[in-house]
């Protein structure tokens, strides 16, 4: 998908995932510490970045759409937190080898198979050994929700796709459910999620 799909869906002044966090990333709020780094992926407009700042992350927040960005740097101003925003395309980004204490990838799931194998191949690579993956995602049968994410079930997580690609990590978290969300007008309704926390060895 282009940058321009991306400027369009975020040009407005509703924030389209809400101002809260992901429920999943907030119920995980003990791992966060004070300094840690923090690496927000495809982070739109800032909901969940903007928390982990608000815990006293260093974070640094990368998306493709500059619009999402902007609303990103609204939000964060308006909390009284910095995010270092990044504006990249994930696909083709220097994933930079041990970086980060915590990567949270929440709804990521733009891409499929293959190109989706080297943003997992990123994230393992850019956290640092002991550093925590947070992952929220849908599963194949968000396809009959209909209530947010991508068209095609090639995109979605299945547990065991999950422990396949963080095999030799310790899986702290691994749980399949159906649960009501409310993320704004984009991620409304009962939905098919995934839900990981991984430490890397």
Do not use: C
């Amino acid at each position: 998908m282009s940058s321009g799909f991306w400027n369009d869906r975020f040009a407005t002044d509703e924030y389209i995932f809400g101002t809260a966090p992901n429920v999943f990333l907030a119920s995980q709020a003990a791992l966060i510490r004070p300094g840690m780094r923090a690496l927000a992926v495809a982070d739109g407009e800032g909901r969940n970045g903007v928390w982990l700042a608000e815990r006293g992350a260093q974070v640094h927040a990368i998306d493709f759409s500059s619009a999402a960005l902007e609303k990103a740097r609204k939000l964060a101003s308006e909390r009284g937190v910095t995010l270092d925003i990044e504006q990249a395309d994930v696909l083709n980004w220097d994933w930079q080898e041990a970086a980060y204490d915590l990567v949270a990838a929440i709804f990521i799931q733009f891409a499929p198979p293959p190109e989706r194998d080297r943003i997992i191949a990123g994230i393992r690579r850019t956290l640092k050994p002991g550093g925590v993956l947070i992952l929220q995602g849908y599963t194949p049968k968000q396809i009959e929700y209909g209530t947010g994410g991508p068209p095609s079930a090639a995109h979605m997580y299945i547990a065991e796709l999950l422990r396949d690609w963080f095999a030799g990590w310790d899986i702290l978290h691994l749980r399949e459910h159906e649960s009501v969300i409310s993320e704004g007008s984009h991620h409304h309704g009962m939905s098919a999620l995934i839900d990981l926390v991984a430490r890397k060895p």
